[in-house]
Structures are given as C-alpha cells and as structure tokens.
C-alpha cells in the first residue's frame, strides 16, 4: 500500500518538501515497525516534484490517482499549488494530507464530501494571532506586504477581517509584489509612507532574502520590525542573508518547537528516527514544523487506514472524521478531524519564534 508526497523538491534551495518527506518516513518506520496497517501491509511512500508549479502538481495528482494501491497524497508548501488541484481531488476522489500549506480555501471549499484534510497552520488563525502579537508589542499602525497570489490574497482576508473586528491594530497600508520579483523596496516602501510602524510580511524565504537585502540599504529609521508567515521558514533564509539578519527585528510564527518540548516522548523518538539524517539534536531539524506535521498526519492516516478495514479512498476518507484519541507529538488529538472541521489544529498550537544566527527557530516566551 503507498501513500504519495507532491512537493517542491526541485525548488531552489527549498527545505520544506524534504523536511514533510523526513517526517513522513520517520512515522512510517514506526508504523511498518508494528506490522504496518491491515494486519500486516507495509506503507510505503512515493514522491513527485512539482517545483513548485501548479500545472506540475495537476499532473502529478493525476499520476497519483492512477495507482490503485496508493491511498492518499501528502501536498507541500505552496498554497498556490494546492488551491489549483481542489477540483481536480475532488473529480479524482483521492485523499490530500496537507502538512504545510495554509491557505483558508484548501479546506474552505463548497466540494462535498471533502476529500482535503490539513494538519498545519490556517491563515485565518494566522493573521488574527500576528495581529494581536503586534499590538502587544505596542504597534498600532501595521501594513500589509502580500505576494499576488492565492496565498497572498487568503492572508489579505484573514488580516481585514481582524481589523475590521478590532480597531486596534489598524491596517494602514497594503502593498503587493510578485514572485519572483528581486526587489520588494517600492511596495516596503509605500506601506512606510502610509505611516506602518510595523510590516505584516507574507512570504517565501526566496522574496525576504531579497526585503533583507533592501532594507540594507536602507537608513536604519526606515527598517520596520518584520513580524512573518512562514512560508520564510522552508528555504535557505538564513544562509542566504547572513548577517543582515542581526540587522532587523524579524518574528515568524510556528507552530511547533522541538525546543519547547525536549522531554517529550514523542519528540525523543522522532529525534531517534532522524539519525539516519544526521539528527543529533533537535537543533539539527530543518523546517521543524514540516517533520512534525507530517509526522502526525502520517499516523493519523494509518489509524483511519485500520479503522476502515480497508485501503478504499471513499472509506479512508469517511474514517478520517472518525479517528479519535491519538497521542501525537504536537498535541493530543481527541478528534483530529470531523464531519464539520477537516482542520486539526487550532489557536492553542500558535506561537512566535526568532531565528538564531545558525538558523535554528528559537520560541518566544508568552506567545499567547
């Protein structure tokens, strides 16, 4: 029995499709390791690329559906992606995981039954909690930079609706710019004349290598605390802006932290699994939250898989809403999905983060 992994492998510099794959392989040899699911099947996983390109991951998912023995596909980061294939599950009628992307419409769809399930961060929990973080730390000014993309444009709906809901923090500005584009000075800059004394920043880590390298030529009264999605958080970042990094103030919300739960059993046995990757501390995993997503996504799909009786996608899917009680490494799921949610995480699993000069995502203390 197989389950399929479409992501961005051939992304420049991309970390989050490996450290979904990492996750994904790390439950499976526990599963496989206690007889597999049926009685005795083993699960095995196969990968595509789609480089991040949608029309690649259209064919990718019809490649997938054509495997009678494959029982659900794992997407990646990219939204963009994911958003384009929503029909296409649907007329296929085969399961999507997603461990990473979060745009509202993977889940938020008119499709009935729904066949995407989500185990990651949702940008309307994600907006609303960047805000309230901002105006604890004093600023009621913000502006919004947002790629013109679905992505971008599910964050946009997220951040108005807080704002027109709570009239502090306001929105005073909101600019966008386009994949791809190697600077982001003219629309950082439009959000400063609007008087933004803080940048809600939507991006991938390829578009704020290239803010980072603007705002270095910048005066420093002109460098606005950066307060991230992250999606800046499945790349090469770090390594790409070096020490410009010391010199802004930039957050990035999780999450999921090993470093917040070191004793953790799960935690210990995920790091354990992960010495095949050279794993030595929890300070070694990349992309931290594509692991631990993908980890527990992975063994909720095997207990659904059981609970059916059975590898037909229609049943796994129906058994999905039914798993209950799965002590995971992010939390304890009583039900990790329902008819009515095909999202298991919540607002109690958000929190803050700073990456360290090596790159290692650190949490914040009183996130929430």
């Known amino acids: 029995m197989r389950i399929g992994l479409d992501g961005e492998f051939g992304l420049i510099n991309s970390t989050s499709a490996q450290s979904i794959e990492k996750g994904i392989r790390i439950a499976l040899a526990e599963i496989n390791g206690k007889g597999g699911v049926l009685g005795g099947r083993p699960l095995e996983l196969v990968i595509r690329d789609n480089r991040s390109v ?20 794992f997407c990646g980061r990219f939204s963009t992606v994911v958003l384009e294939q929503i029909p296409l599950i649907h007329d296929l009628k085969i399961i999507l995981l997603n461990p990473w992307a979060s745009a509202d419409g993977i889940t938020n769809h008119g499709f009935q039954p729904s066949y995407t399930f989500r185990l990651s961060l949702k940008d309307s929990l994600a907006m609303p909690f960047m805000m309230r973080q901002a105006r604890q730390r004093g600023f009621t000014k913000l502006g919004l930079l947002l790629p013109n993309t679905g992505w971008g444009r599910s964050n946009q709906a997220a951040a108005v609706a807080h704002a027109s809901a709570n009239p502090v923090p306001q929105l005073v500005g909101q600019a966008w710019y386009n994949w791809g584009d190697r600077s982001l000075a003219a629309p950082y ?22 803010l980072l390298k603007d705002l270095e030529m910048m005066p420093a009264a002109q460098r606005r605390p950066l307060i991230a999605h992250w999606g800046i958080t499945g790349g090469s970042f770090v390594k790409e802006v070096g020490a410009l990094l010391g010199s802004v103030d930039l957050t990035v919300i999780q999450t999921f932290s090993f470093l917040a ?10 790091l354990a699994g992960g010495a095949g990757f050279g794993w030595k501390s929890f300070e070694d995993i990349p992309s931290p939250v594509g692991v631990a997503q993908a980890y527990d996504l992975t063994h909720i799909l095997a207990r659904a898989i059981d609970l059916a009786g059975t590898a037909d996608r229609s049943k796994v899917r129906d058994a999905l809403e039914k798993v209950r009680d799965y002590a995971g ?39 929430r």
């Open 261 to 270: 739960t070191p004793d953790s059993p799960a935690a210990r046995r995920v």
């Open 54 to 73: 949608p029309a690649r991951g259209i064919e990718n998912l019809r490649e997938f559906a054509k495997d009678p023995d494959l029982v659900a596909v």
């Open 189 to 210: 800059s439009q959000l400063l004349q609007a008087g933004a004394e803080a940048i809600l920043f939507v991006a991938n880590d390829l578009e704020a290598t290239a």
């Open 329 to 367: 490494l992010m939390r304890h799921y009583e039900r990790p999905f329902t008819a009515d949610s095909h999202d298991a995480l919540g607002p109690n699993e958000l929190l803050m983060a700073r990456f360290r000069k090596d790159g290692v995502i650190i949490p914040l203390a009183a996130n």
